[in-house]
């Protein structure tokens, strides 16, 4: 069984392989469930023209958005531009490729490439931009279009809890995209907040089976708020 631990002890070897012109899938939502540290380590090895598949790129000095303000990216594809500033800018400039992408379809294209279907019909976006010079399909008297799958030759995903196995809990909302994103990537990096042994997980409560995991790093996270909202106070 020592052959399946998939712990690394460091960040160097967690993105070992890692190369400039890649495609890398970045979980979270916002800043919600990000791999803090994985981002980082993008950052430190100046990876370059990468395409980058996300929600969005949260905030200009934070996570995704330290890569952009590197000129790491070059091809993005999200649903929204969301709190950062520099993609907006980057998009309008033309200096970075932006495919806008209908929030249900991005996660339903990440699910598909995951589980091996390379395409599928949607209504949504039919008659819109999106659906330009793709295929489209009158199916039971209604539109469809013809969306691709996607895939990555790095997933990057963040979760509470896995074992050494690989096998992997999300907590909350910080599950997001991760889950769709660890079964769509060539080579899945998970980065935890706690590593047990292999058994100590409930078998039912697992999300990600380790089947899909390649790599665990135990994570260190500030877990910033995006967008800080507080109640005002009646007295």
Avoid at 89 to 113: D, F, H
Avoid at 204 to 222: A, K, L, M, N
Wanted: with cysteine.
């Amino acid at each position: 069984m020592a052959g399946l631990n998939k712990v690394v002890h460091s960040y160097s070897e967690a993105l070992s392989g890692l190369e400039n012109h890649m495609t890398v899938m970045v979980g979270g939502f916002g800043l919600c469930g990000i791999p803090e540290g994985l981002i980082s380590e993008m950052v430190r090895r100046q990876v370059t023209g990468l395409t980058a598949i996300s929600n969005n790129a949260g905030v200009d000095d934070f996570g995704l958005g330290l890569l952009l303000r590197g000129h790491q990216i070059t091809t993005m594809i999200a649903s929204y531009v969301g709190e950062n500033a520099l993609f907006e800018q980057q998009m309008l400039s033309g200096e970075l490729n932006v495919i806008l992408t209908p929030q249900g379809s991005l996660a339903e294209k990440i699910r598909a490439g995951g589980a091996g279907i390379p395409a599928f019909f949607t209504a949504t976006g039919y008659g819109t931009p999106v659906a330009e010079g793709k295929e489209t399909r009158e199916i039971g008297g209604r539109h469809y279009v013809l969306e691709p799958a996607l895939t990555a030759d790095f997933a990057l995903v963040r979760a509470w809890k896995a074992d050494t196995m690989g096998n992997l809990i999300y907590r909350h909302t910080a599950a997001n995209f991760n889950p769709v994103m660890a079964t769509a990537g060539r080579i899945t990096v998970a980065e935890v907040e706690e590593i047990v042994e292999a058994g100590a997980l409930d078998p039912d409560h697992i999300h990600t089976p380790g089947i899909y995991v390649e790599r665990v790093i135990q994570g260190s996270f500030e877990k910033r708020i995006e967008k800080r909202t507080v109640k005002s106070s009646h007295v």
